[in-house]
């Protein structure tokens, strides 16, 4: 009787985990996918500029104006997706979205 009741309590447990683990990414999710989306764009941004500089062999770099257009680059880049709706839950769990819309 101990042994069935603890193996109760503990499926519980693990069923109210699961719940708070799922409330938890699901409410971020809307945010922490275009934080992520704009960090990739600026740092690819940042990244591209340096090796431009580095392979023509110019020794002063700006990276100012390169956040600026990574920013802007960014911005538009998630008004798109949002608009779109793709930072949702379902649309985001569909393998190969974005490579899609970007190709598109």
């Known amino acids: 009787m101990s042994i069935e009741s603890g193996v109760g309590d503990q499926a519980r447990e693990i069923e109210s985990a699961g719940q708070r683990i799922a409330n938890f990414s699901t409410e971020?999710?809307?945010y922490i996918l275009p934080a992520l989306d704009a960090f990739i764009i600026l740092?690819?941004?940042?990244v591209a500029a340096?090796?431009?500089?580095?392979?023509?062999?110019?020794?002063?770099f700006e990276p100012v104006p390169q956040c600026a257009v990574g920013f802007l680059a960014s911005f538009i880049y998630i008004l798109r997706m949002n608009g779109s709706g793709y930072y949702e839950l379902p649309e985001s769990t569909k393998p190969r979205l974005e490579v899609r819309e970007i190709l598109v």
Not at 43 to 46: A, D, I, K, T, V
Request: negative net charge; charged residues 5%.
């Open 28 to 30: 971020l999710i809307s």
């Open 43 to 46: 740092l690819s941004c940042l």
């Open 50 to 60: 340096i090796g431009y500089h580095l392979l023509i062999g110019d020794p002063y």
